[in-house]
């Protein structure tokens, strides 16, 4: 899907869906639109990822501090208004928060690596 036309988000009656980390729980909202995906995601206090991630991102950090890691043992924190950048395969990283956070997430089809 290459045309989105113009719509609002209520994420108030999108279902939260529960993901379940090495420690504590996100809860993903998504919305699908062809190959881009929109979603507000929380993470409970505790929270850590159960895998290594390598698909592109854009987060933006609305509430809260977390920890992006990188495999390269690099940890970038963002926090209330940071946000980060990645193409698929450019980065293998994982999140962590101590306290929790709320985050919107992009990514699709645009982030591929060329």
Not at 100 to 105: E, R
Request: proline letters at 2%; aromatic letters at 8%.
């Amino acid at each position: 899907m290459s045309n989105i036309p113009f719509q609002t988000i209520d994420w108030t009656s999108i279902e939260k869906a529960e993901h379940k980390g090495e420690t504590g729980t996100a809860f993903w909202q998504t919305l699908q639109l062809g190959g881009l995906r929109i979603r507000v995601v929380e993470y409970s206090p505790g929270y850590l990822a159960d895998h290594w991630c390598q698909k592109g991102h854009i987060v933006h950090c609305l509430e809260g501090e977390f920890v992006s890691e990188l495999s390269t043992g690099e940890k970038i924190t963002l926090t209330k208004g940071g946000t980060y950048v990645v193409s698929d395969e450019l980065s293998s990283h994982r999140s962590l928060s101590e306290n929790g956070v709320k985050l919107l997430i992009v990514d699709g089809d645009f982030l591929k690596k060329t």
